[in-house]
Each structure stands twice: as C-alpha cells, then as structure tokens.
C-alpha cells in the first residue's frame, strides 16, 4: 500500500511558477515509478509528467514540455513537478500517481494509487 500527498498548489498570476510535492509512505517507493495527472472542471483527467523509478527516464504531455519539469528524491520519498511560464490552461487539479514496475506509462488507468490532488489556478 502506498499514500500519497500532494502539497504546493495555489494562486499565480501568467507566467509564474510553482512547484509541487507528493510525498509517499511506505518504504518501497524507489520501486514505484511516478507520474503526474491533472484535471479542469467539466475536462477529463489527463497526463502531464511521468518519471522512472530511477529518475533516469521521464515523459512529457507535449502542452507541458519545456515549462515543466519532474523530478523526485528515493531518500525522501518525494517527487516534484516544477511549473514554469504558467499559462491560464493550466489550471487544474494536479494529481500524483504511482504504479509498480519499471514501466512510466502515459495511461492514468495503469497507475496502482493515487493522491488526493492539489489545486493550481492561475490568473490571467
């Protein structure tokens, strides 16, 4: 079982940045690759980032590539999301997600657990 919780949401105005958190429980999370989701009002839930178990490999929605930025610490248990150049378009809930294996897919069906969300809105 693994929990997860996600911190660093908030109000930014256009082109500012943020930077997210999802802390995970558990001592196996190096096992765990990771990836992060978002979601509008009345939109379905879609990918933004996704990284390795390693931190060796990651994959970028192509709305998000070059802005933002996935990265995570094994020794504590977190992954980040940096936000740059924040656009209105991005505001959403963000979701982390962990699926076991070696495998970061794209695909939010495929992820074994997921946090409560975090959310991002930014200003025009």
């Known amino acids: 079982q693994v929990q997860l919780v996600e911190s660093g949401g908030g109000l930014v105005q256009a082109g500012g940045s943020l930077r997210l958190s999802c802390a995970a429980s558990g001592r196996t999370f190096s096992s765990y690759a990771m990836g992060w989701f978002r979601q509008a009002p009345g939109k379905e839930r879609e990918f933004v980032a996704a990284i390795s178990w390693s931190g060796a490999n990651s994959d970028y929605a192509d709305s998000v590539k070059g802005r933002f930025t996935i990265s995570r610490d094994n020794a504590k248990n977190t992954v980040y999301l940096q936000m740059n150049s924040l656009k209105p378009d991005d505001t959403a809930g963000y979701y982390c997600?962990?699926?076991?294996?070696?495998?970061?897919?794209?695909?939010?069906?495929?992820?074994?657990?997921w946090g409560q969300g975090t959310q991002v809105t930014v200003s025009s």
């Open positions: 997600a962990a699926k076991y294996g070696l495998v970061y897919p794209i695909e939010a069906w495929q992820y074994d657990y």
